[in-house]
T-cell receptor, first 115, second 113 residues
Framework: EAGVVQSPRYKIIEKKQPVAFWCNPISGHNTLYWYRQNLGQGPELLIRYENEEAVDDSQLPKDRFSAERLKGVDSTLKIQPAELGDSAVYLC?????????????FGPGTRLTVL | AQSVAQPEDQVNVAEGNPLTVKCTYSVSGNPYLFWYVQYPNRGLQFLLKYITGDNLVKGSYGFEAEFNKSQTSFHLKKPSALVSDSALYFCATRGGGSYIPTFGRGTSLIVHP
């Protein structure tokens, strides 16, 4: 079974530039999560999707961040414009079902460096 | 609001010795508790979870965790550590009706040969 796929793995951009991250979850997983992980910290949820519907997006900085999950499968997270403080690892995860006790399967992450 | 605390930034143990990585939680209602492991340049990998029932939960790679409701703890344990267990370990929780997972800041486990 293929795991969660993310691309790119690494991205270096200048501040004020746009950037996009892509995630392909495990087949059949209808719940998809985007997290930001700062150095030395645990992941922090940005947004959760149930199929194509965005739920739990209260921690997404909507002035510069946007996300979409067309057709309830792949997802894209965008930052425009990027700021220095956005440097972090962006993790995508998926799980089967929207229950409280389902474990998540994580992708390898995208390490973003904003110069 | 729910929270998770991992009081140790780093745990050092000799290979072959037992290991414990500590986690305490604060959740209203029944907690759902998870342990994940992160190897360098990799995503988090699920180890085990507590939902209900037996307080001792067994997981992958010989790890287990003990749920203690009175102490609000969910410590990760392994009877005999391996050098390959060296990694970053995260405790996480969900509960109180919130689907938002809350992660601890992680504990770096270093197993010395």
């Amino acid at each position: 079974e293929a795991g969660v796929v993310q691309s790119p793995r690494y991205k270096i951009i200048e501040k004020k530039q746009p950037v996009a991250f892509w995630c392909n979850p495990i087949s059949g997983h209808n719940t998809l999560y985007w997290y930001r992980q700062n150095l030395g910290q645990g992941p922090e949820l940005l947004i959760r999707y149930e199929n194509e519907e965005a739920v739990d997006d209260s921690q997404l900085p909507k002035d510069r961040f946007s996300a979409e999950r067309l057709k309830g499968v792949d997802s894209t997270l965008k930052i425009q414009p990027a700021e220095l403080g956005d440097s972090a690892v962006y993790l995508c995860a998926s799980s089967s079902g929207g229950t409280l006790y389902n474990e998540q399967f994580f992708g390898p992450g995208t390490r973003l460096t904003v110069l | 609001a729910q929270s998770v605390a991992q009081p140790e930034d780093q745990v050092n143990v000799a290979e072959g010795n037992p290991l414990t990585v500590k986690c305490t939680y604060s959740v209203s209602g029944n907690p759902y508790l998870f342990w994940y492991v992160q190897y360098p340049n990799r995503g988090l990998q699920f180890l085990l979870k507590y939902i209900t029932g037996d307080n001792l939960v067994k997981g992958s790679y010989g790890f287990e965790a003990e749920f203690n409701k009175s102490q609000t703890s969910f410590h990760l344990k392994k009877p005999s550590a391996l050098v390959s267990d060296s990694a970053l370990y995260f405790c996480a929780t969900r509960g109180g009706g919130s689907y938002i997972p809350t992660f601890g800041r992680g504990t770096s486990l270093i197993v010395h040969p």
